[in-house]
């Protein structure tokens, strides 16, 4: 049995959800996830009612899983689309017709529900509390697929679903069209021989990849995203190459202007040959 949460989470869909698990019980059931998250309380009544399940349940994100949506994961096996985005934050307060009082008070509700979520997170990851306290105050942290199963959130990463990716009658939050918009702009100016953000992010998925692999990297970049942050920055200079007449070719173009844009990586390798053969070596484990 299939439940699909492809909408902004409400009491109104908690309450179907509930009602759907509660008729299911001896069924095997996965909950397809493709929302930018809402009413955080029916987030949580939600994910209570997937860990209270009694059959077999998974959670299987196939689009966007942001902000409430994300506690779903906190609660059951999720798979993760390779194409998937998730978001945290802190809790948001959404109203602004208030008195100071009333929202002194709303502040307090919303430390109380940030400690909710703070719990589920390190429960699931496993992570240190104070790092995620940390996290949800720096505002909103996005994760690709790889990025949340390192982080822990997500256990297991699947195939893109082609079809998932049509978010259909789901409408985005206000608050996350402008920002869109602005890494969009960016997005054209800077990365003109991209096509999709598909594309952006395979490449700083194969960076991570090679991170992992090629430990002498850590030398000059002692951190993965601070690695695959430099590959997207050179990535128009690497599929814009000329010489780049196949995949093979291709690795290679980008393995030597990745060494003639990095002299700390001459330590390790001397030449942009070695270097080359080694990202060569590499690729072919992709």
């Known amino acids: 049995m299939e439940i699909f949460v492809y909408e902004v989470i409400t009491p109104a869909l908690a309450a179907s959800v509930v009602q759907e698990l509660s008729k299911s019980a001896s069924k095997s059931v996965t909950v397809r996830v493709n929302s930018p998250g809402g009413d955080v309380m029916a987030g949580i009544s939600i994910a209570n009612a997937i860990k209270s399940f009694t059959g077999k349940i998974v959670v299987q994100i196939e689009g966007m899983c942001a902000s409430a949506a994300t506690l779903f994961c906190c609660v059951a096996k999720t798979n993760c689309a390779e194409n998937a985005m998730l978001m945290i934050h802190n809790p948001l307060f959404a109203s602004s017709w208030s008195t100071s009082d009333t929202l002194r008070k709303s502040a307090d509700v919303l430390d109380k529900i940030s ?7 390190c429960a699931k990851t496993r992570q240190p509390a104070e790092f995620i306290k940390k996290m949800l105050a720096e505002g909103e942290t996005w994760f ?10 997500v256990d297991t990463i699947v195939p893109k679903i082609n079809v998932a990716t049509n ?3 789901l409408k985005i939050p206000q608050r996350f069209l402008p920002r869109n918009e602005i890494l969009l702009r960016s997005f054209v100016n800077e990365h003109e021989i991209l096509k999709s953000l598909d594309e952006l992010i395979s490449i700083k998925n194969r960076a991570l990849e090679l991170w992992v692999l090629i430990p002498e990297i850590h030398k000059t970049y002692p951190t993965a995203k601070a690695f695959a942050d430099f590959c997207l920055k050179t990535a128009p200079s690497f599929d814009s190459h000329p010489a780049a007449k196949s995949d093979f070719d291709s690795v290679k173009n980008r393995a030597l202007a990745l060494w003639a844009r990095s002299p700390d990586l001459h330590k390790t390798y001397p030449t942009a040959k070695a270097f080359a053969k080694r990202c060569q070596v590499t690729a072919q484990m992709f």
């Open 115 to 121: 400690v909710v979520m703070i719990d589920m997170y």
């Open 144 to 153: 690709s697929a790889m990025e949340a199963k390192t982080f822990g959130l």
């Open 167 to 169: 978010y259909g009658a």
